[in-house]
């Protein structure tokens, strides 16, 4: 996927990435984790961001604390880097949600948000975020739109293509870049069916 991302960003090097998902449970954090070892282990400078503040889950997945995080970094941006964590894996660092805040889809519109990201792509060769599913909350679209492009994670089976197709519709519409699509759980069964 790491190589694919990189063809298909064609000159522009991406710098900032949203991962993405239509629905809740189609293995989009785990597309995230598992995407930012990938870049940490081609010696990338690696930062991996939870903007799932309304249900985050890296912390738990690369057992850094949670006490605070992306909302406080957003809130003072004086402090923003010690927030980052070190799970203690070669060029790769968490910024987890931190504390929940009333207004999370506010907050990532916010100038500040731009400016915090600004601030760490002079730290980091890549950043990597962890979005809520587009279709419960409007923050996936927010973030996608302050990043070079998204990629988007889909369960075989899951999304209904309409579905599909709004995600995609409302990502244009938020003048966000679309990579590509993880196609994600497989059946196996299905596997012979795309050969390549």
């Keep these: 996927m790491r190589i694919n991302l990189e063809f298909a960003a064609g000159d522009r090097p991406i710098r900032k990435l949203a991962v993405i998902s239509a629905l809740a449970g189609e293995g989009k954090s785990t597309t995230a984790v598992n995407l930012a070892l990938a870049y940490a282990q081609a010696g990338k400078k690696t930062l991996l961001i939870d903007a799932d503040m309304r249900k985050p889950s890296l912390h738990h997945v690369l057992q850094v604390a949670n006490h605070a995080g992306l909302s406080d970094a957003i ?26 805040p009333y207004n999370p889809s506010e907050l990532l519109a916010s100038e500040a948000f731009t400016k915090l990201l600004e601030m760490l792509e002079r730290k980091y060769d890549v950043i990597l975020i962890d979005t809520p599913p587009v279709l419960s909350a409007m923050d996936a679209k927010v973030v996608a739109s302050k990043c ?49």
């Design 75 to 100: 809130r003072d941006l004086s402090k923003a880097m010690s927030h980052i964590r070190d799970p203690g894996i070669p060029d790769l660092h968490v910024l987890p949600s931190g504390r929940t």
């Design 148 to 196: 070079d492009g998204a990629v988007l994670v889909i369960q075989q089976g899951k999304v209904k293509r309409e579905d599909g197709r709004k995600v995609i519709e409302e990502l244009q519409g938020a003048g966000a870049r679309l990579f590509g699509v993880a196609l994600n759980k497989m059946n196996s069964k299905d596997i012979g069916k795309y050969p390549y």
